[in-house]
Each structure stands twice: as structure tokens, then as C-alpha cells.
């Protein structure tokens, strides 16, 4: 089995494939299901590199809000705050249950586009 792929901005007909610099990234919101998982009580990170260069490190309480036991959210990024280099970078989103038990859930991948200001 292998892991999927969550492609930001998620994909939908409406939804450009990528990401422009200097626009706002839209929050994101997950359901979880899996029997036993409380996203309350679980430590949970997304982090995307480029190369071996950090360029998005959010947790819980830093860029991830849960909302209940089964809701979280990747908070907005605003226009002013995302400053991301072009290009497509990949990474993952992983979440440690109160028990310490650690699972990759989605790799995740962000394609940056340059913006274009005169």
C-alpha cells in the first residue's frame, strides 16, 4: 500500500494546480475517521522541504487547529506571509497519538508559481 499524495491547493475544477507567490493560501479542512484517533490529545505536524531546507513547519497550535476529537484545520496562509520560493516541494503531514504511536497520514506537495508585479 502506498501513500497518497495531497496536492495544495487540493484539486478541484475550480482550483488552479498551484500556489502563486504573494497570494492567499486557503485553509484546508480534514475529517478523521480511523477508529481510536483523537486529534485532541495527539501531537500533529506538516512539514514540506526544499531539498533538506524546511520551508513550512506547522503543528498543532502553530498553522494546524483541531477542532475536535475528528476535525483539524490547516490554518489560511495570508498573502503577506507567503513568501514561499517557486517550485514544487514535497514533504509530509504525520500525527502522534497520545499512546506515542507516529503515522505519515498523506505525503502533501505544494507547486509555487512566480508573481508576476510591475
Do not use: W
Request: aromatic share 8%; net charge neutral; with cysteine.
Amino acid at each position: 500500500m502506498s501513500i497518497q499524495t495531497l496536492k495544495i491547493p487540493i484539486q478541484s475544477t475550480t482550483v488552479k494546480p498551484f500556489i502563486k507567490q504573494g497570494d492567499t493560501i486557503s485553509k484546508i479542512t480534514m475529517t478523521f475517521t480511523e477508529a481510536g484517533l483523537d486529534l485532541t490529545t495527539s501531537t500533529i505536524k506538516m512539514q514540506i522541504y526544499n531539498g533538506s531546507i524546511k520551508i513550512i513547519d506547522i503543528s498543532n497550535g502553530n498553522g494546524i487547529t483541531v477542532n475536535s476529537s475528528t476535525v483539524l484545520e490547516i490554518n489560511e496562509v495570508s498573502a503577506s506571509n507567503n513568501n514561499l520560493p517557486v517550485g514544487c516541494f514535497l514533504g509530509d503531514f504525520e500525527i502522534t497519538d497520545s499512546a506515542g504511536n507516529k503515522k505519515t497520514y498523506f505525503n502533501v506537495q505544494y507547486n509555487i508559481i512566480k508573481q508576476y508585479t510591475r
